[in-house]
């Protein structure tokens, strides 16, 4: 059993960073795949970043790729997502997920979540 707990966000203006981080209680094989997604208000959830634990693998949808750096810190099992130059379409829940295939995280069906973090952009 894998809990997820993120923290981090809040309202911040465009163009500035901030970091979301993802507590993991139990766990975290070296086979295990961590992810962010995000859920825009009115709009489905969408993949943002995933890395391979182990191997330390990084994947990021392409409206994120060089401006969001997703890792992991194995020691303390924490998992972070580092958001720079932020934009207000950049405002969502972020959520943190786990799973043990990395396309079934990808496609949005990993077997754990969180509980989400509200970041708002402002313009």
């Known amino acids: 059993q894998v809990q997820l707990a993120e923290s981090g966000g809040g309202l911040v203006q465009a163009g500035a960073s901030t970091r979301l981080s993802c507590g993991i209680s139990?766990?975290?094989?070296?086979?295990?795949?961590m992810g962010w997604f995000r859920q825009a208000p009115g709009k489905e959830r969408e993949f943002v970043s995933a890395i391979r634990w182990g191997a330390g693998t990084t994947y990021y949808s392409d409206s994120v790729k060089g401006r969001f750096t997703i890792s992991r810190v194995s020691a303390t099992n924490m998992l972070f997502l580092q958001m720079n130059n932020l934009k207000p379409e950049d405002t969502a829940i972020y959520y943190c997920?786990?799973?043990?295939?990395?396309?079934?995280?990808?496609?949005?069906?990993?077997?754990?979540w969180g509980q989400g973090t509200q970041v708002t952009v402002s313009s």
């Open positions: 139990g766990r975290a094989y070296s086979s295990t795949v």
């Open positions: 997920a786990a799973d043990q295939i990395y396309g079934r995280l990808r496609a949005g069906l990993a077997d754990y």
